[in-house]
């Protein structure tokens, strides 16, 4: 292992774009260096850095100082972001949002290969915190934005840009929350273009599934606590804090909440099933038709991905207890986490949870409370182009709605009436890429075909 490790090291490379890339992916690979390179991490990192970067680019590119508005707030002043707007020359159109986050998962150099903020390019992949999620979409609307600049005709439809910063971690200051509460002017648009789409390849490359993104969860945190006096631990009693909690943590784990389908996952599945083996296929059938079919669910369920598509989830992630070795617990917390289904809500999952803990186990929704998910439609306006633009980069290669089962700044859009889609067109590995994760990667091949394909459906809406 030590041998192997030290041989990636000795491979890897600085990376710098290539010379058979065309002049305008080097133009781009530049500014994309230039975020990935930039730390955005929330304890070390600064948003505001990497967007006055951005913003500088598309000054240089021909925008007037009124078409750039950076934000932040004094008391956060590392994780600002900024806005930009392309005039439209169409006053009849609403405008389209290209939305992207620029802060990063945190990645620490003694665990990775390679330093996380180093952008390297080896075996056909660049390698750097980011590179996926979410500085590949951000990086490419930048250069989206400046190149339709630099051509010197306005688009029809107005189109504007926000970067944010916030989305990666829940107690962070969230830009797109507070733009959609407080600057709603800036990013009022008929939709959104977000991240949550995209598409998979198998290990050799081959693509497998394009994807857009059509609704998602709300991620939403509880506190399980439960209090006891306490006592010496040499003289045990039944109502130990401790066993309360897990009780109450086991419950969580024994339950899953019903089965439900949107318009989305209803095509979803529908799409989904052509490819699995037969059983799989007919319980999908019968749970479409009776989504109250334990049986069917059960098998469906059997897939951990398909289980978490299908219903709000709830599952224990972080515990505390106790306050000496020799010491009956006089408290026990446990944080549980729950991605709730789109038109569930927060107070309603709050009351199944303390059901199921309990009246020895308190239960409270942790700040900051998310709005409910509302999935937008499938509206043949949003999807048709994204198909026809598909049709000519990846031929051949259907186009399948999903929710996504995580959770992205969409929703803060989405409460004030801006549908948001999560655009298809950057393929990445089956194993997501270790996103979040460990050597997060990108095929270099898959960004330079995304960023094509999203420059053309931008155009295609923008007209």
Not at 186 to 205: K, M, P, S
Not at 234 to 256: C, F, M, R, T
Not at 274 to 292: D, G, K, S, V
């Amino acid at each position: 292992m030590r041998n192997w490790v030290l041989g990636l090291a000795v491979a890897a490379v600085p990376c710098v774009a290539s010379a058979q890339a065309r002049p305008d992916q080097q133009q781009f690979f530049g500014l994309y260096k230039e975020l990935v390179e930039t730390n955005t991490t929330l304890s070390a990192g600064s948003c505001t850095q990497a967007a006055a970067q951005i913003a500088g680019r598309l000054k240089a590119a021909g925008y007037a100082d009124g078409d750039i508005v950076p934000f932040s707030v004094p008391d956060h002043p590392k994780e600002g972001g900024v806005v930009a707007v392309l005039r439209g020359s169409d006053a009849k159109l609403k405008p389209m949002l290209l939305l992207g986050h620029i802060d990063v998962v945190e990645a620490r150099r003694a665990d990775w290969v390679r330093d996380p903020f180093t952008l390297v390019e080896e075996g056909g992949y660049s390698y750097a915190r980011g590179t996926v999620d979410d500085k590949a979409m951000a990086a490419v609307w930048a250069d989206t934005m400046i190149r339709l600049k630099q051509a010197g005709k306005p688009p029809r439809r107005t189109i504007k840009l926000a970067l944010t910063c916030g989305e990666e971690t829940t107690f962070a200051w969230n830009g797109a929350e507070w733009l959609s509460k407080n600057r709603r002017d800036l990013i009022d648009a008929e939709f959104a273009l977000n991240e949550g789409g995209g598409g998979r390849t198998e290990q050799d490359g081959t693509r497998k599934l394009l994807a857009v993104q059509v609704g998602e969860k709300a991620a939403q945190n509880y506190t399980f606590t439960a209090t006891n006096p306490g006592g010496h631990s040499s003289v045990p009693k039944p109502d130990n804090a401790i066993y309360e909690l897990a009780d109450a943590v086991k419950a969580v784990q024994g339950y899953d909440f019903p089965a439900r389908f949107t318009d989305t996952t209803r095509a979803f599945f529908a799409a989904s099933a052509t490819t699995m083996p037969a059983e799989m296929q007919n319980a999908i059938a019968r749970l479409l038709a009776n989504p109250e079919d334990k049986a069917a669910d059960a098998i469906v369920s059997s897939d951990p991905t398909l289980h978490s598509t299908l219903r709000t989830t709830c599952v224990a992630t972080l515990l505390s207890a106790g306050h000496a070795e020799n010491a009956l617990p006089q408290k026990a917390t446990a944080n549980v986490n729950c991605r709730i289904f789109p038109g569930e809500t927060v107070d309603g999952t709050l009351a199944q949870l303390q059901r199921l803990a309990g009246s020895k186990v308190a239960v409270t929704a942790n700040q900051p409370v998310r709005p409910t998910a509302i999935p937008p439609t499938l509206d043949p306006k949003i999807i048709g182009p994204m198909k026809a633009v598909a049709a000519k980069h990846f031929p051949g290669m259907p186009l399948v709605p999903l929710m996504s089962t995580g959770a992205t700044d969409g929703i803060f859009f989405q409460a004030v009436g801006i549908p948001v889609y999560g655009a298809p067109g950057i393929f990445i590995d089956k194993d997501m890429g270790g996103i979040h994760g460990l050597n997060e990667r990108i095929r270099v091949k898959s960004l330079y075909d995304g960023r094509d394909y999203l420059f053309d459906l931008v155009k295609a809406y923008a007209g």
